[in-house]
C-alpha cells in the first residue's frame, strides 16, 4: 500500500469546514423550517461525518477493502434500521377488529 | 525497541504485511462498533419516529450552547489527533507528544462538560431510574428520551474514558520515543478508534440537542 | 504409508510443557486446545440440563421438579448451549487450529488478541456459571423482555452480563480470522485455491463482526433497565417490547449461520477428501457461504410471526426467508453431485458427513415450513419449532463438529483414534439423535407447546421415546469422550497425512511444529486436486 502523509495544512481545511458546518447546524436548528429541520440537520452530520471518514481517517487515500469494510458496517446499520422500520411504519395500516 | 525493524513479530513476513493488517483489523474493529452504537441508534430512530412530541418537549431541557461547545471541544480534538498522526509519520516527536497532550486535555474537557451537564439534569430530576420528576405532558415518552439519552452518551462518554486512556499510554511512549516514521502504526490506528469516538458524536449533537430546537416557545 | 517419528520431531505440544505454558500460550493450536476444553465443559453441562429436562418430561405430570426449576433448566440448557457451546464450537476450536495452517502461515494476524478472546471467553462463562450456581436464571435464552426486565425474580442481570462478555470474544474470533485470511495467505494461494472450510469461515466471521455488538447493546440495555428501572422496552412507560425482539433476532438469526457455516465447510472437506474428488462448484460452494452469511441478515422477522409484529412486515421477512433455501440447497445438491462416481470410503468422518447432510436437509426444510406464514402461527413455540433448531444445531453443527474433530484428530493429537469404537459412535449418535427429535416434529405438529413441564396424556408416548432417544444419544457423546482420551496415550501414532487428503495442514507433520511450516509452503494447485496427492505418494 502506497503510504500517503496528509499534510497539516490539508487537516487545517477540514477543520476549518467542520467547525462552521457546526456553526451552521446550530443556528439551522434555531431556525423554524418545518419538516426540513430534521432534514438539513441530519444532511449537515452526514457531510461532516463524511468528511472526517474519508480526511481524517484516510480513506479518500485509503485501499477498496479498507472503504469495503467501512461501507459494510453502514450498510449494516441501514439492514437493521430499514428492516425494523418495515414493521414500525406498517404497524397501523391494518384495523384492529372490534376497535 | 531501538531497532524498529525488531518491532515485526514472528507471524508477519514483512513490516507492511504487519501495518496492513493493523489498520484492517482496527477498521473491522469500527465496523463493529457502528453496530453497537448502531443498536442504539435504532431504538432512538424508531421511539422518535413514534413519539415525536414528547421527543422535541424533552429535547428542548437540554443546553443547546453546551451540545455545541461539547461538539467543537470534540472536533479540535479529532483535528489534533489528526495532527498526531501527521508528526508522528513525518518524525517529529515533540510535535507528536504535544499534539497528544492536546487530545488528551480537549478529551478530558469534553467529559467535564458533558458530567456537568448530567448533573444538572440529575439536580432538574431529568435522570430517569435515578431522579426523575418529570410531571408535564407525557412523561412516560419524555422518560424514553432521556433514557435513550443517558444510554448513548454514557455509552460514548465510555468510549471517550478508554479513549483516553489509550491516548495516555500513547503519548508515554511517543515521550520515549519509541515511534518512528516506520514505525507508528499504534498512533494511526488509536487515531482512528479516536475520530469514530469524534464520529458518534457528530450524530448524537443533532439527534439529541438540535432537532426539535425549533419548538421551543 | 509413511512411517511416522513424531516423537524426534519438535511439535507444538511438546515445545514447552508446564501450566503456564498453556495459559500464556500465543500459539493459534494451543488456543484452540484451551477453546476445546472449556466448550467440552460447557457442552457435558449443557447435556446434564437436557438429561435432567428429558426425565421431567417422561410422565405427564410435573413431578420431577417444580416449574419454576424446570424455567431455569431450559433456560440455563438454551444460554450454555448457544452461546457457550455451539457459537465457538467449530470457529472457536477447528478454525483457530486450522485457519492458519491452511493458509500456510504461522499463526492469525494477532495471536495476542487470540489469547483474549478465550480469557473473554471464559470470564463470561464465569458470570453465567456464577449466576446458575447462585439461583440461575428463567428468562429462556432469548431474554425477552418484559419478563427479564420486570418480572423475573431470578438472576438476569448477571447472566446478561456474561453473555454480552463472551460477545466480545466471539467479535474479536471473527476479527482475527477476517484479517488472517486477507492478509497472511500463502503465496499462490489465491481465493479461488482456498478450501472451502476456509470459505465458510470467513463468511461466519463477517456475521460475527456484524451481527453480535448488536446484542451485545441489546442485553447492556436489558441490564440497564432492569437494574435502573427504566422503560426502554416497557409498555407501561412508552417502551416497545417487540423492538426488543427486532434487536435480538438480528443477531440471533444470523447466529445460526454462525453456528452452521462453519460446519458446512467441514462437510465439504470431509466429502471431498473421502470420495477423493474436487467439490463439485467449489465457486458456487464458497459464494453460497458469503450469500448466507448475507441473506441471513434479511429474514429475522419470521422470529415474529406472531409477536404483534406488522403483518405486512412479516410478509417480507416469510418471502426473503425462502430466499435463503437457495444457498443452502446448493450446497446440499453440490455435496451429492461430489459423492458421484467418487470413489467413496466410509471412514469415521465420513459417516457423520453423512450424518450431516441427511439432517441439514431436514432441517432446513422444516425451516422452509417454518418461514411460510400460515404454518408458522400454526406450530408457533410448538416441539415442531424445537425439532427443527435442534436438526440443524444437533443434527447439522454437533455431526459435522465430531465429523471434524475425527477428521482432524490425527494432525491435533498426533494419535488415530480407535475406528471401530469411532465407527460405532457414529452410528449410535445418529440413531439417537433421531430417536430424541423425530418424535418432537409430530407431537409438535399436533400441539404440545415448548417451554411446558406438564403435558396432556396423550403426548407421552412421544416424549417417552424421545427421553429413550436422549439417553441413547448421550452415550454416543460419552464414546467419544472417552476413546480421544484415551488415543492421546495408547492410540497409534498418526502419519502426516492419514487420509491422503489435500491441504496444506496436511502437508506438515502430525502434531505440527510450533510455527506450523518449516519453510513457509507455496501453493501451485487449486483446493482438492488430487493428483497432486496420489503423485506425492507414489513418486
Known amino acids: ?99 | 525497541m531501538a531497532n524498529h525493524s525488531l518491532a515485526l513479530r514472528h507471524q508477519f513476513e514483512d513490516v507492511a504485511q504487519q501495518k496492513d493488517a493493523s489498520t484492517l483489523g482496527m477498521w473491522i474493529f469500527l465496523a463493529t462498533e457502528i453496530l453497537f452504537f448502531g443498536g442504539m441508534f435504532c431504538c432512538y430512530t424508531v421511539y422518535r419516529s413514534s413519539y415525536p412530541h414528547a421527543f422535541g418537549i424533552a429535547s428542548n431541557h437540554l443546553e443547546v450552547l453546551w451540545g455545541a461547545v461539547s461538539t467543537v471541544v470534540l472536533i479540535c480534538s479529532s483535528y489534533f489527533m489528526a495532527c498526531s498522526v501527521n508528526s508522528a509519520a513525518t518524525g517529529y516527536r515533540k510535535a507528536l507528544v504535544g499534539f497528544l497532550v492536546l487530545t488528551i486535555l480537549l478529551a478530558v474537557a469534553f467529559l467535564v462538560i458533558e458530567m456537568s451537564e448530567w448533573y444538572l439534569l440529575y439536580k432538574e430530576g431529568l435522570m430517569p431510574g435515578v431522579n426523575f420528576t418529570y410531571k408535564g405532558i407525557d412523561p412516560g415518552h419524555v422518560q424514553l428520551f432521556f433514557c435513550m439519552y443517558f444510554a448513548m452518551t454514557g455509552l460514548h462518554a465510555s468510549h471517550v474514558t478508554i479513549g483516553i486512556v489509550i491516548l495516555i499510554i500513547l503519548a508515554f511512549r511517543a515521550y520515549a520515543d519509541v515511534f518512528t516514521p516506520a514505525y507508528y502504526t499504534p498512533v494511526e490506528i488509536s487515531g482512528l478508534y479516536w475520530h469514530f469516538v469524534d464520529l458518534v458524536w457528530i450524530f448524537l449533537f443533532p439527534l439529541y440537542y438540535l432537532i426539535a430546537r425549533h419548538l421551543q416557545g | 504409508m509413511i512411517t511416522a517419528t513424531v516423537e524426534a520431531r519438535d511439535n507444538y505440544l511438546t515445545h514447552e510443557y508446564g501450566v503456564k505454558s498453556w495459559l500464556l500460550t500465543k500459539d493459534h493450536k494451543r488456543i484452540a486446545l484451551l477453546y476445546l476444553a472449556s466448550i467440552t465443559f460447557f457442552f457435558f453441562l449443557g447435556g446434564i440440563f437436557a438429561t435432567i429436562i428429558r426425565l421431567e418430561l417422561l410422565t405427564p405430570p410435573g413431578d420431577l421438579v417444580s416449574s419454576q426449576t424446570y424455567n431455569k433448566l431450559f433456560s440455563l440448557h438454551g444460554i450454555i448451549m448457544v452461546f457457550l457451546f455451539l457459537i465457538p464450537s467449530i470457529p472457536a476450536t477447528l478454525g483457530n487450529f486450522l485457519v492458519p495452517m491452511m493458509l500456510g502461515c504461522k499463526d492469525l494476524a494477532f495471536p495476542k488478541l487470540n489469547l483474549l478472546s478465550w480469557y473473554i471467553f471464559v470470564v463470561g462463562g464465569l458470570f453465567v456459571l456464577y449466576a446458575m450456581l447462585i439461583g440461575g436464571v428463567d428468562t429462556g435464552w432469548t431474554f425477552y423482555v418484559p419478563l427479564s426486565t420486570s418480572y423475573a425474580n431470578t438472576y438476569v442481570i448477571l447472566t446478561a452480563v456474561g453473555v454480552f462478555i463472551t460477545g466480545f470474544s466471539s467479535i474479536l474470533t471473527g476479527l482475527n480470522f477476517i484479517v488472517t485470511v486477507h492478509r497472511m495467505r500463502a503465496p499462490g494461494l489465491t481465493w479461488f485455491r482456498l478450501p472451502l472450510f476456509i470459505w465458510s469461515t470467513y463468511a461466519t466471521s463477517v456475521i460475527q463482526v456484524l451481527g453480535t455488538p448488536v446484542i451485545a447493546v441489546t442485553l447492556l440495555l436489558v441490564a440497564l433497565e432492569r437494574g435502573f428501572h427504566l422503560g426502554i422496552f416497557d409498555p407501561a412507560l412508552g417502551g416497545d417490547p417487540v423492538l426488543f425482539q427486532h434487536l435480538f433476532w438480528f443477531y440471533s438469526h444470523p447466529a445460526v449461520y454462525i453456528m452452521v457455516l462453519p460446519a458446512m465447510g467441514v462437510v465439504s472437506e470431509l466429502v471431498s477428501t473421502y470420495s477423493r474428488k474436487k467439490v463439485f462448484g467449489y465457486k458456487f460452494v464458497a459464494f453460497a457461504s458469503v450469500a448466507i452469511a448475507i441473506l441471513g441478515f434479511l429474514v429475522w422477522g419470521h422470529h415474529m410471526f406472531v409477536a404483534g409484529q406488522s403483518v405486512y412486515a412479516s410478509m417480507v421477512f416469510s418471502m426473503l426467508s425462502y430466499l435463503v433455501a437457495v444457498p443452502s440447497a446448493i450446497k446440499v445438491f453440490n455435496w451429492t453431485a461430489t459423492l458421484y462416481k467418487g470413489s467413496i470410503s466410509y471412514d469415521t468422518p465420513m459417516l457423520y458427513a453423512f450424518g450431516f447432510i441427511g439432517l441439514f436437509t431436514m432441517g432446513g426444510l422444516t425451516g422452509t415450513f417454518l418461514a411460510s406464514l400460515g404454518f408458522d402461527v400454526h406450530v408457533t413455540d410448538t416441539y415442531f419449532v424445537v425439532a427443527h433448531f435442534h436438526y440443524i444445531m444437533v443434527g447439522g453443527t454437533m455431526m459435522a463438529y465430531l465429523g471434524g474433530l475425527h477428521y482432524w484428530w490425527p494432525k491435533i493429537s498426533g494419535r488415530m483414534y480407535p475406528e471401530g469404537w469411532a465407527k460405532l459412535s457414529a452410528l449410535v449418535v445418529f440413531l439417537g439423535f433421531n430417536l430424541t427429535f423425530f418424535p418432537q416434529f409430530i407431537m409438535g405438529y399436533l400441539g404440545m407447546p415448548r417451554r411446558y413441564h406438564a403435558y396432556p396424556e396423550e403426548f407421552q408416548v412421544y416424549h417417552v421415546l424421545s427421553t429413550a432417544g436422549a439417553s441413547v444419544l448421550a452415550v454416543g457423546y460419552l464414546i467419544p469422550a472417552m476413546y480421544f482420551i484415551w488415543s492421546l496415550r495408547y492410540g497409534p501414532i498418526a502419519p502426516d497425512n492419514p487420509w491422503r487428503a489435500t491441504g496444506l495442514e496436511w502437508q506438515t507433520s502430525s502434531p505440527p511444529p510450533p510455527d506450523n511450516f518449516e519453510i513457509t509452503p507455496v501453493v501451485t494447485h487449486e483446493a482438492y486436486d488430487y493428483s497432486v496427492v496420489e503423485e506425492m505418494t507414489v513418486g
Do not use: C
Not at chain 1, 67 to 73: E, K, Q, Y
Open chain 1, 1 to 99: 500500500m502506497a503510504e500517503h502523509i496528509v499534510t497539516k495544512k490539508q487537516y487545517a481545511y477540514v477543520f476549518v469546514i467542520l467547525l462552521v458546518l457546526t456553526l451552521g447546524t446550530t443556528v439551522a436548528g434555531n431556525m423554524d423550517l418545518g419538516p426540513f429541520n430534521v432534514v438539513v440537520a441530519l444532511v449537515i452530520a452526514v457531510i461532516k461525518a463524511s468528511l472526517v471518514v474519508l480526511f481524517f481517517m484516510h480513506v479518500y487515500w485509503s485501499t477498496k477493502l479498507t472503504r469495503l469494510v467501512a461501507v459494510s458496517g453502514i450498510a449494516w446499520l441501514g439492514l437493521l434500521l430499514w428492516l425494523t422500520l418495515t414493521d414500525m411504519i406498517s404497524r397501523g395500516w391494518l384495523g384492529v377488529p372490534g376497535k
